[in-house]
């Protein structure tokens, strides 16, 4: 080669050369995230959860963003990871919205509340019905992007060491029932109590509370909770849909270019079906397990129920009308579960009453 | 700078350069899609989701995967999609496998069958029940990659222009309803007859038909049918959940690194959620409007859906059996769902029947 086309050659090489280290240098820009969570690490449903999400967002990214996953205690307690993922502790996190109502009230909107949206419901409201708009508005205050990530479906009635029979019966129980659904049965004339998941099996035994809920067969079964219960009931009236939730604090978010937003945005959704396609598929087997158990599994009378619903009507209007902002999000919610819902009893509901 | 120097630090860019320019190649290879569809381009829902699908791949991809979208009838007519992208005509589709029960009789457990999973259920099995590794075993003979890919949620029974009672109310009836759903008919007495969508209207206010299947409020109201007809009965029972699917020709789909097959397999499962939330949310607008219209909306009597599902396992057993593969698939399905639906009963039917 003349040196002349040397020059040229080597001319052009380095231009690539510029051209191809300035895109690798973006693609090369690695992201060691921390997630912080509020379960035990790999905890059945909840904690999986968490793993598939951060691991989804490494292989979409092709490890460009590489997230360590922290179990509960392991950074922070349970119900530290709210705080700190805002404070940019941790740049993303898996939790549940019912953890925030000290943050704010209108925080409870977006997980589960008594007699509200189910799972498939709660998505529609979420994606299509204005609800994740509203929830990013209400995180942006506290320095954190909000994202669906998980739903256990409707969950149990709980455990019981008493049968319901009327809603007398609920009078002066002790059940292990925190956060709205607490609320309402303290109304009822229970007496709910706030207890760790790990206290509960003993307090249960001991019969230092009568009667517990947690989450459905699956976690239930794990906790063996039907060794120190009679009667296992259903529906979870409290808890019909819990959305989880993925936090990222906000500047980390801003950091990354869009393609990987986007990566953590379509992971999100991704997990958000596939927790739920997991309980599905566990409760059923930790329920064939149950029923072999020496326990009752029964349905709360059709007039429990409706009192329940008449009191956690009362409690939601009045968490609801706390303050401009819950009553903004209040009544969004509401308003697209008067218009669901109809929809839901002709399809869902009618065509499961056709099946038995 | 000295000409050693100088040498040295163009041996270091060259390097870089090499290895820049290899990376930059490997990022930069650019994948140019088509997608053909069974749906007319943008078509509410089904469609709607097809553009999503892509738009999703494009946005995660940084725009290493471009989809164009092909609706029906453009490259191929809506029933040659999976030829086509079987045999490399094009490099994804976006359908439903009750379409291909021609090529092999099991195609139709991966969409929807008469009295079988729904939505929620349906997900489970495909991505916690085994579903999806014997999906991916069926259509591997044809060089398909399938993955499943939105749902409508439960469809409506279909619009009539006479009451129905009793079973004797099918006899004779002429009804759009195609596949398995039109096979139970046929042994009720009826006559189901295939017609595309544009068709029905016509049929169905002329009298050529008596009735029609479509899909449900969303898109019924879009096609007029409420102008056409006096009965809008619920629940689908022929459809109680269809899922959607995206079909990857195998080449191509092996021809993609590990990132970009992520890319594609978890926007199929965030496009599956979102899909059966658009219907959702659209599904009781468009049901609020129907009410206003002259038409009433009617359940089926208990007796006719006690005889459509006897009639319609009939039909199952004989299609299941067909063939030791269709066997396998049905076998999967069924046990599945004898396990999964008595915990739907619990939760989703159960919370569902204490909110009327």
């Not at 529609?124 to 479906?153: D, I, K, S």
């Not at 009752?296 to 706390?322: A, C, Q, T, Y």
């Amino acid at each position: 080669m003349k040196r002349r086309n040397f020059i040229k050659a080597l001319g052009a090489t380095t231009a690539v050369a510029t051209l191809g280290s300035k895109r690798a240098q973006a693609d090369a820009k690695k992201y060691k995230w921390k997630m912080v969570t509020s379960w035990p690490k790999n905890f059945p449903g909840l904690g999986v959860g968490a793993e598939n999400l951060a691991k989804m967002i490494n292989d979409l990214s092709g490890g460009r963003i590489k997230i360590k996953v922290f179990g509960a205690n392991e950074l922070v307690p349970p119900l530290g990871v709210f705080d700190f993922v805002s404070e940019g502790g941790a740049e993303i996190g898996h939790t549940g919205a019912y953890y925030w109502k000290g943050k704010h009230p209108a925080c409870q909107f977006f997980s589960s509340v008594p007699f509200g949206l189910n799972a498939q419901e709660m998505n529609a409201w979420m994606y299509y019905g204005g609800g994740l708009e509203l929830y990013e508005e209400l995180y942006n205050q506290f320095n954190l992007v909000p994202r669906p990530a998980g739903n256990t479906g409707v969950q149990m009635g709980g455990w019981f060491n008493k049968e319901i029979n009327t809603i007398e019966d609920l009078k002066g129980l002790t059940m292990r029932i925190p956060g709205l659904g607490g609320e309402v049965l303290q109304r009822a004339g229970g007496v709910p109590v706030t207890l760790a998941g790990a206290e509960i099996f003993t307090a249960l035994q001991t019969g230092t509370i009568d009667a517990t809920e947690w989450v459905g067969p699956y976690n239930d079964r794990a906790f063996g909770l039907y060794k120190a219960a009679k009667y296992y009931y259903y529906p979870g009236w409290h808890e019909p849909g819990p959305s989880l939730e993925c936090i990222i604090n906000k500047k980390a978010y801003l950091s990354l270019p869009s393609d990987l937003q986007n990566i953590i945005d379509i992971s999100c959704k991704a997990v958000n079906i596939d927790m739920l396609s997991d309980y599905m598929s566990k409760n059923n087997l930790a329920l064939d397990f149950l029923k072999k158990e020496d326990i009752k599994i029964k349905k709360f009378p059709d007039s429990v129920i409706k009192k329940l619903r008449e009191i956690s009507k009362e409690v939601m209007d009045e968490v609801g009308n706390h303050d401009d902002y819950t009553k903004k999000i209040y009544k969004s919610y509401y308003t697209f579960l008067k218009k669901v819902r109809p929809w839901t009893k002709i399809s869902e509901l009618a065509y499961l009453e056709g099946n038995n």
